[in-house]
Each structure stands twice: as C-alpha cells, then as structure tokens.
C-alpha cells in the first residue's frame, strides 16, 4: 500500500517516478570512462561516513596534519558519465532530487550509476572533483584549491559506528584492516570541531535535528524511530559547510557564474521576536543570526525537554532554502541559517542536480573553458530547482504522513500535547512531542500560531492522502 501510495504522490507532484525507455536504453549503452584526474591521491586514508544504508557515496574526507591543517573532500565525477544534454541527463534535470521515502526510494541517477560506476566505493579506484582546503586556527579556510583527482575508498563507515567510537564505544570493523584510521577520524573529528566554533561565532543556527523516521517491514509500518543527531553527522556536516563556501568562491575567483543556494533574511522574524519573549527572551527588532543563536543555546541548556518543539517552530518562520544563479563577481543573499554569504551545493551530485551543475562549471574552470551554463540558462534552471525540490519534499512528507497514519489508524479517539507548527489561511498544523507526528487541527484552531501549544484529540486518519486530522481538546 505505501509502495503505491509514494508512486502516485510522485505523479501528483509533478515528478517522474520511472525512468524513461531513452535512458534505459542510453544506461544500457555507457561504457568506461578513462581515467581522468591529474592527481593521484589514493594513498591518502580517504574515506566516507553515511548512514548505515547509503549506497550512492557522493563524497570522501581526509585530513592532513601540520601547523594549518588541510581539509580535502573529494566529489565523484558523475559528469563522466551523465553528459549534458543526454537522456540520462534530461531526467535528472526534470526531477532535480533523489526522492526518499520509507516505502521506495527515487534516485535521480540509475543505481547502476549513483550506487556503483559514479559512486565513490569501498576499495574502488575513482576519478573525483577535490576541494582542498588550508584552515587556520580560527577555522576559516584561509587557502583552497579546486582539482581533478584519482582517489580510493579505504572505508565505508557509517554515523552510527563513528559517533559510538568518538564517544569511547566499539570501533568500527574497517579500523582492523586500515590501521591509520583511528588516528585519521580523531583528527578530522578534532578539525570538525574547530571549523563548528567558527560557525555558531558567525551565527550559524544550531536547531534540534532530530527526524521522524517509520520502519516498514513487508510493506507494514512497524514502528516510528526518531533519528537522533549525532557526532559524526556534525562532523560530516561541517565539512560540506566549508567545501560547498570553497566552492562558491571558487568559482567567483575564476569568474564563473554558479547557481547559489540561499535562506533569505526571514519574513516572519516579529513571531520570531514574540516567540522568544514567551521564552523569556529578548531578540531586536531587525533579524540577526548570532543573537538568535544565543538565544536558542540558552534555551537548550535551560530548557532541554522542551527545546525541539522551539526549534521547529524557529524553522517553520524562517522559511525555505532555494536556489538562485549569481552571475560571475554577483551577490545573492547568502544562507541565513548557516551565517554564510558565499554557498551553493556541490558535495552530491548523484542526488541532487544543482550539484552537478556546479561539478560541470567546476570542469570548465579548470579548463579554462566558457562556462556551459550562462546566467541566462542559470536562472529559470535554479527556480525550476527549487520547484522540484518543494515538490519532493511534498511527496517525501506525504509518505512519511501515510505512514503514520497507519500507524495511527488505531489510536483516534486519544488526547496528545502538541505544538503548532504551521498556521496560515490553508490550515493550522500541530506536532506530537512523542512521536513527532504531525497532523491538521481540523477544528478549533482560531487564534492559534506556529510556537503555541494545544491539547488535541485525534478524530480520524487517511493513508492514501496522508491525513491526520485532530480537534482541540
């Protein structure tokens, strides 16, 4: 049922759920490209850190040590074998996104390609897009470089394992067979830490990121697990932070324009203001990341149960990332939340089509050759970008939805603690705290906003529209 359920959301959205005859056809004629990158680095102990079932590994990390450390994150080719223009390429373009679900997931890219020929494997030799990155002592990348390289997977290791190891568990299997690294993901581990203080300094939000996460065994949900963050997800995220700003101004410095990503100064920042004085705290009148920041730390140390129904309601009035093009030597608005003025996305090109439109600026940069996307071509693809992404996001919530309205079927009639996470002229929408299950407040809703809390009862669910429908108790 949910199988069917996230096939249809897919063509109701506006996505394409299977992949057209031409491209299977094309898949079914691509052969080996030749090596390519200039540098051969796979000696370094490179290696990646997922979730424990990624199978597209878009990127690799390793550090080098020294009086300025270096970062470097290397980035599958996937433009070796997905060339502008091509079948393959043209439904990448129209669904922009991997689409994950918990019945199925939409890769964007075959997994022929995304999990295997453009996939940075374990013990695979691979060519990669490097981004090399001197950081200082205050956590900015003083220096960096943009390259083509040979790069090899010495370890696929997963954020569980990582995170448990950093916090004085088990190590993972991998560190028997790679003897450097242990000492390799302390140091990266420690790397991480720096360039985070650097970050929260500037601003950046540091919210509650845990996720609802369905288990489906046999096409049944079995259970709702919250997916916590961790360690080795701060860690990972860190560096795609820096990588993705290297980027950004890489491309700038050689006068190439780039689709950047931006979360816009927030519209709704006087709710901002209100909500935090209900928390006892005072934020001004124009918005301003840092102090807000300060704020929501203070308010997870003092208020630690209560800080995860804060941060999504901070998250709703914020508003949404989406894409913009910038023309070479431009401003955008830069990335509200992450406190950054130059940022586009370029760590995942398997999963996500502006990243492999950056990929390819990237290779006309190194070439020397005329950017292959004018500002002309970037601004309707970096909106119809956003478009789709909002349309996946859709179909991924709606699935999640369905889900949990099966899980939910038999409990209507029972009382729950909520908090509202969205109010406007198309409805009000409320969360449970345990599990974070949301739904519509079908019925008393009047005079209610995003950051309110309200008793409700649940009156009835719809899997196929994944609907969860409460009343006011």
């Known amino acids: 049922m949910l199988q069917g359920i996230a096939w249809r959301a897919m063509v109701k959205y506006g996505l394409e759920p299977d992949w057209p005859p031409a491209a299977l056809a094309e898949l079914a004629r691509i052969s080996e490209s030749p090596a390519t990158g200039s540098r051969d680095l796979r000696a370094l102990p490179w290696s990646s850190i997922d979730n424990d079932d990624s199978r597209d590994l878009d990127q690799l990390e390793v550090c080098i040590e020294g009086p300025s450390p270096r970062l470097l994150i290397a980035i599958a080719d996937v433009d070796a074998l997905v060339r502008r223009g091509s079948a393959l390429d043209g439904h990448a373009e129209r669904n922009t996104t991997s689409v994950y679900t918990p019945a199925r997931i939409f890769p964007m890219l075959p997994p022929e390609l995304s999990t295997d020929r453009t996939s940075l494997n374990e013990d695979a030799d691979r060519d990669a897009i490097v981004v090399d990155m001197t950081i200082g002592g205050d956590g900015a990348a003083a220096e960096f470089d943009v390259y083509r390289a040979r790069v090899r997977n010495r370890a696929k290791l997963t954020y569980g394992a990582v995170a448990a190891w950093l916090d004085g568990g088990p190590a993972p299997a ?55 963050p961790n360690r080795a997800r701060d860690l990972i995220e860190s560096f795609m932070v820096t990588a993705n700003g290297a980027t950004a101004r890489f491309l700038s410095s050689r006068g190439y324009p780039s689709i950047r990503r931006v979360v816009r100064s927030p519209e709704r920042w006087p709710r901002i203001v209100e909500l935090a004085a209900q928390y006892g705290g005072h934020l001004p009148a124009q918005p301003d990341a840092r102090v807000l920041e300060a704020f929501l730390q203070a308010q997870r140390a003092a208020r630690p149960d209560e800080f995860g129904d804060l941060s999504l309601s901070v998250i709703k009035l914020l508003g949404r990332g989406e894409y913009v093009a910038e023309a070479a030597g431009g401003s955008s608005d830069g990335h509200f939340a992450l406190a ?13 089509y502006p990243d492999l439109v950056t990929q390819r600026l990237l290779k006309a940069a190194l070439a020397g050759a005329p950017s292959p996307y004018p500002v002309a071509v970037l601004a309707p693809l970096a909106a119809h970008c956003t478009k789709q992404e909002d349309a ?61 809390r309200v008793r409700v009862r649940l009156i009835s669910t719809d899997p196929e529209q994944g609907f969860i429908d409460f009343a006011r108790a």
């Open 392 to 452: 996946a996001n859709k179909v991924e919530r709606l699935v999640r939805k369905a889900a949990a309205a099966l899980w939910m079927s038999n409990r209507v009639g029972q009382e729950f603690d909520t908090i509202v996470t969205g109010a406007s002229s198309k409805g009000t929408w409320v969360r449970l705290r345990v599990p974070p299950v949301e739904g519509r407040l079908a019925r008393g809703a009047e005079g209610l906003d995003v950051g309110d």
């Open 174 to 228: 991998a560190f028997d067979s790679e003897p450097a690294l242990p000492a390799q993901v302390r140091l990266q581990d420690r790397l991480a830490s720096v360039l985070r203080a650097r970050r929260q300094e500037e601003g950046a939000l540091d919210f509650d990121r845990r996720e609802l996460k369905p288990i489906v065994t046999d096409g049944e949900v079995t259970d709702l697990h919250t997916e916590e």
């Open 340 to 352: 950054v003025a130059n940022y586009t996305h370029s760590t995942a090109p398997n999963r996500r």
